[in-house]
């Protein structure tokens, strides 16, 4: 993750620039849309980066490369995180082209699959989105849970028919399927 964060951050300041000011924040869209997530994502992206690069900036002018190096191992959270948001990107990009490419039986599954991942990673950077005026403080954040219970029902429908539909598609093991996990756990008396 942090040699991610490091060339997405090399890249934004390339030449010496400035890091570009992250784009305006999404326009507010469906939270159950693939593509709409994949939009937070990509912010959620450009905020993270451009704090990171303008902190090491700050830290370079003030002390050179070693203060750049120094604020960059203090900020390791920073780039974990501008890691786990690329991450976000390439998964909510590669789920939705594949929906796109997909024969008409298959792309109903990976483009829950994409709303399913975007959905979640949405929910738990809300703070961030939040803040940056991606999400529209409560409001968003209960139209990102609505859409979550929404996806789950969607997997949970016909006793759980799409959800085994896109294990299946992903190679899931019957080993872990079938494992008591995998199942109702008040049934097996944790």
């Avoid at 780039?79 to 786990?84: D, N, P, S």
């Avoid at 409001?139 to 979550?148: E, T, V, Y």
Wanted: hydrophobic share 55%; net charge neutral; glycine share 10%.
């Amino acid at each position: 993750m942090q040699q991610v964060a490091k060339a997405l951050v090399d890249a934004a300041t390339s030449g010496g620039k400035a890091a570009p000011a992250p784009p305006p924040a999404p326009p507010a869209g469906d939270a159950g849309c693939p593509r709409h997530l994949l939009a937070l994502a990509r912010h959620r992206e450009a905020v993270l980066v451009h704090a990171l690069a303008s902190e090491l900036a700050a830290a370079g002018a003030a002390g050179g490369k070693a203060a750049a190096a120094a604020a960059y191992d203090l900020n390791m959270d920073v780039a974990a995180e501008i890691g786990v948001a690329r991450a976000d990107v390439e998964t909510i990009a590669a789920l939705t082209a594949a929906a796109d490419a997909a024969p008409p039986d298959a792309a109903p599954f990976l483009r829950l699959a994409a709303v399913v991942h975007g959905v979640a990673r949405a929910r738990a950077a809300g703070a961030g989105h939040v803040a940056s005026g991606a999400v529209p403080g409560a409001r968003g954040l209960a139209a990102l849970r609505s859409a979550a219970r929404s996806a789950q029902a969607l997997l949970c429908a016909d006793g759980g028919a799409p959800a085994l539909a896109l294990a299946a598609g992903f190679g899931i093991p019957d080993t872990l399927l079938h494992a008591p996990i995998a199942g109702d756990w008040r049934a097996i008396g944790v």
